[in-house]
């Protein structure tokens, strides 16, 4: 269970994200939406540990672990995974060289014995075969000369072969066509279980429609301003957000 | 701030440690008298028993290299070298010249094996695991040690062996072919290579032959205030083909050293050589105290048609580099590739790229090459490409990327491109980007610690030219570039 506690972030000297609180229990998924500037991506960078991301109050915990003061590859280690809105390129590294050194480096943080070559080649092939992925393009250095969908799915990819408790998907729908859009909400579909939170945040709807969502929170100004079931997700598509906007200012 | 000097003083912890190869080796040598003159260099043709023609080639250089000036042109800074209070050579005591296995000193064997470098034929002759199969000539400060694998080397018609055996050997082939495609004037350090050098590989590949094994040379700089000036010759006959790797280390001191190498290289009709560096001679500390100075010379004559040299280095040593591997292309048809990776780190200084000279017709060359500065480090590529006239349809293509690590590392790309023939074709393809801050997040958050997605990153980063080295050593090459930027970020 994912577990947020008035948590307040600022980057530099400018606070985006202003008490927030927020509980993802396992083996559900609760969606995060709200408008542009509300704190969505900070959300979601603080929870993976990048960088210039502040934390000046509050805490947040993974099955009661704190996440906050550790690395962003120990959180990785942990099970938390952030499906970047915008994947890196990462040239003259092919694809499976990068996610069998991930994979390896996270069980090695675990104190886990490396994955055996064959095994790791099995894990790849079923991977890509339920995305629909050339095998291969994962032969290729990661993303480069990627199309937006063809990256949103080499997210997917690399998070059903990571494995992880706690998924982090930042504006996945953003750039997908609708063919690729249902291949990718059945990816993280086929990934809902008992064990595992997750997180999907988002400024359309779109998406929900594809992911249901057993809870929906309305992000503004950098709290949590509404909670919800999934018919929240359709007042909002409805009203659109400027009455929370309003309140939350 | 007790934060930063923590950090500053890992940073130093791991520059002092992370040079593997800095010890030294506590054996009784022979040297020259310090300094040098005319004196000198009768001192040291005559330790090699050399015949006259060759003293008299030294002394002639030496003349010319007095009437020289130092050459200043490249963007490094040192202060002045003073050439007087240098060992110009150093030898184990006992038996000048390359020996039998048996007769090496131990001490010196395991010099070697520390440095892993792979001189006992019989192991590897019996398939002890791990042992690469490539024959080795090991030089020490001035002289050769030993050469590996001579026999049956000789079975295939090759001859390898230092320079100083090939002068009394194989004096016609000698005569014939060194100097040639660096003559003595070339410049500065060529001359006082010419004047002073003391040993070194020389390769000869008959007609027709492909080079059974891989051939390496290995330097080993060990003692104090000694400059190694070492000379390679390699010539592929007609339809030959040879693959030769060299490797270098020196202890960790307090003082500069200098090394000044001329490499030539002949290839003539159909032949090709290919020529491997992995250079790691010590970089000096983080602030800059003692290191190499690789001052090189290292050209080739594709003089033959259709003839092949490919240059590929793996550059992480040195406190200054400065070297240009070059190919003279005179043949029809002739090829010349450069593959480079030249990494800095604390305060090195590299000037370094290469000379395509296209003379013949229908000459063509391949220049990639890569640069990595981190810490407070200078990285620049030179690169001159030119046609002559009678070149007609040469082509060039080149592909320069540097990547910048941290805030204070400098960068530079000076290309210099002549066509005297309006067929010619070049292209230039330059990139300059800085180790993304996102890019590294992007791996971290994947589960790769920071090092390791430092050094995921950077072998991306140079993975095409890493491809161009022998296998084994790519892998070593990869290591190497991980450790030189150990401590680089953060």
Known sequence: MLSIENLHVSIGDKEIIKGLSLQVPAGEVHAVMGPNGAGKSTLSYTLAGRAGYEVTEGMATLDGEDLLALEPNERAAKGVFLSFQYPLEIPGVPTLTFIRAALNAQRKARGEGEVSAPAFLKLAREAAGKLKIDFDMLKRPLNVGFSGGEKKRMEILQMAMLSPRLLILDETDSGLDIDALRIVSEGVNAMRSPDRSMLVITHYQRLLDYIKPDRVHVLASGRIVASGGPELALELEAKGYDQYAKAAA | ?490
């Open chain 2, 1 to 490: 701030m007790a934060a930063v000097t923590q950090t500053v003083e890992h940073v130093a912890s791991l520059e002092g440690d992370k040079y593997k190869h800095g010890f030294v080796t506590d054996i009784a040598q022979d040297f020259a008298p310090k300094g040098l003159n005319a004196d000198t260099v009768r001192f040291i043709s005559a330790k090699k028993g050399e015949p006259e023609w060759m003293l008299q080639g030294r002394l002639e250089a030496f003349e010319r290299w007095q009437a020289m000036e130092e050459p200043t042109w490249a963007r490094v800074h040192y202060p002045k070298i003073d050439y007087q209070d240098l060992y110009y050579y150093a030898a184990p005591k006992a038996r000048a010249g390359p020996m039998s296995l048996d007769e090496v000193d131990p001490q010196l064997l395991e010099t070697y094996a520390k440095l892993g470098i792979p001189l006992r034929e019989q192991e590897v002759l019996a398939g002890v695991q791990g042992a690469p199969r490539y024959a080795v000539d090991a030089v020490f400060d001035s002289v050769s040690v030993t050469t590996t694998f001579k026999k049956e080397l000789a079975g295939a018609g090759v001859i390898f062996c230092s320079m100083s055996e090939a002068v009394r050997e194989h004096p016609e082939l000698v005569k014939q072919y060194l100097g040639s495609v660096v003559p003595a004037s070339d410049n500065y350090f060529a001359c006082l290579n010419a004047a002073v050098f003391s040993d070194g590989s020389f390769v000869y590949v008959p007609p027709g032959v492909r080079c059974p094994m891989e051939l390496s040379t290995y330097f080993r700089i060990n003692a104090e205030n000694t400059g190694q000036f070492e000379r390679t010759l390699i010539i592929a006959d007609k339809g030959a083909y040879v693959s030769y790797l060299e490797g270098c280390t020196a202890p960790m001191r307090d003082e500069n050293q200098l090394h000044a190498a001329v490499v030539e290289l002949v290839a003539l009709d159909d032949a090709q050589i290919k020529y491997s560096t992995v250079q790691n001679w010590y970089p000096g500390d983080s602030e800059g105290k003692g290191g190499i100075y690789n001052f090189v010379t290292k050209r080739a004559d594709c003089r033959g048609d259709r003839s092949k040299v490919s240059w590929t280095q793996v550059e992480t040593g040195s406190a200054i580099t400065w070297k240009y591997p070059s190919c003279i292309l005179k043949g029809e048809d002739s090829v010349g590739e450069f593959y480079s990776i030249a990494v800095t780190n604390g305060r090195q200084q590299a000037d370094t790229g290469t000379k395509m000279i296209h003379l013949g017709k229908g000459s063509r060359s391949r220049i990639i090459s890569k640069g990595i500065s981190a810490g407070r480090s200078s990285n620049t590529y030179r690169g001159l490409v030119s046609a002559h006239q009678k070149a007609s349809g040469a082509r060039n293509f080149t592909q320069c990327d540097s990547l910048l690590i941290g805030k204070h590392a400098a960068a530079h790309t000076t290309p210099y491109i002549e066509a005297r023939t309006a067929s010619a074709h070049f292209e230039h393809e330059a990139t300059t980007t800085r180790l993304s801050e996102d890019q590294l997040f992007y791996a971290m958050q994947r589960g790769l610690g920071q090092e390791e997605a430092v050094s995921l990153l950077v072998n991306g980063f140079v993975r095409e030219v890493l491809q161009e080295l022998p296998m084994e050593f790519a892998v070593e090459a990869q290591k190497l570039v991980a450790i030189s930027l150990e401590g680089s970020v953060g």
